[in-house]
């Protein structure tokens, strides 16, 4: 156990609110086009218009005069809340979609850069360069100035320390679904600094301030009604696999303040996943905003336990601050975890009996590694995965040993302990076990031994 520890595109017309583009593509080109190209001037009179996208500045690059300031009309085209900030300070306050705001800037002597302050949208692409007549050029127009191999602020994970006094895990234990056939549910949408190893804290985009968001269960044929309200700094938005409904109603962005109810029929059995879709969503899946529901096929065997493990990524950007894009885009996770922390069924592990039957349900919530999930010491005789059974017990004796998914799959394994000890789950890609994909089953009253390996 010593390896274990140490581990639609043309014409949707105006309600299309978001590009699928850039919905889906977390860097977008900054410097679109505008009657004047990609720059804009101030001569000293007059003012510069700029337009803020999802998620885009136009022009993004201007030049204006040394010494002077610049009047700036700065209106929000986009579908969400954005502002403009010069070195992200100075600037505008959020605006509003089809707002504008006019603010004036400078003076400058040398080159200077602008972005939008929500998390994300500067490494997304929202970023102005500001050349000034008469001075050096900048040094370059990328989308931003520091790549995450470069920022030495980023958080780090100590392997070898554990929880503080008074920590508490994510409870894996599943419950049933609820009786009746319609399930009413409230869901927040809000940044939340949430502690994900020990010591090491991160502004997570949460539903209901917890990191993963909330497991919910159904049955097919019920009706899940989900009211989606954004108590958060800026727009999220909500996407359940398990729903088939257009994806410019339900899923659209709400900026904060407001509200929408998510309406859908369970017509297919599974263990999805949930997400906020809004633009990059790379960055708000990678952030936590994602959970899982479970929608329990017909004719579900009872068991002794029900787990659920969901899996996922960390991207860790400074101390107590959102998780960083650019590792993101690079696949360069700090860690890979079940339900939200760090080895922590390692630090607690899950307590059943010799000879229980147990069902652990799995999703891959990513956003971007897969799972190979894995039960040291025992051996699955049942699998289902995506929506249908790959193995049952009967007299063919067969087993498996891993439910393979890739981001967003899910489904469970059945299974026994045979003996009193410890079982490790792990993800059998070692690399990722040894990055916190690591906890432990416990069957029966024992202790670990000093030394225990596998």
Known sequence: MRQHQNFIAGTVAAIVIVPLAVLFSAVITAGRTSAGGTGGTNGGGGSISIELGDLYVKPSKISVPQGQKVTLVVTNAGSVQHDLKVNGT???EMIAPGKSQTIEIGPFDAPAQAWCTVPGHKQAGMLLNIEVAG???SSGGGTHAMTASQNSNNATIDANATPAAGWKPFDPALKPAPGGTEHKITLT????????A?????QMFTFNQQYPGPVIRAKVGDIVTVTLENKGTMGHSIDFHASKVAWNDEMR???PGESLVYQFEAKHAGAFMYHCGTAPALHHIGNGMHGAIIIDPPG???VDHEYIFMQSELYLGPNG?????????AEQFDAVVFNGYYNQYKFAPIRVEPGQRIRAWVVDDGPSENSAFHIVGTVFDTMFKEGAYTLKPDASKGGAQALDLQPSQGGFVEFTFDEKGFYPIVTHKFANASKGALGLFQAGDVTLAAGAGH
């Open 253 to 255: 962005t709400i900026n």
């Open 90 to 92: 100075d600037g505008t």
């Open 135 to 137: 001075a050096a050029a």
């Open 321 to 329: 601050e959102a998780g960083d894009l650019d590792k993101m885009m």
């Open 198 to 202: 020990p010591g090491v804290k991160q």
């Open 300 to 302: 579900l065997a009872p």
């Open 189 to 196: 949408a809000e940044e939340t600094v949430v502690e994900v």
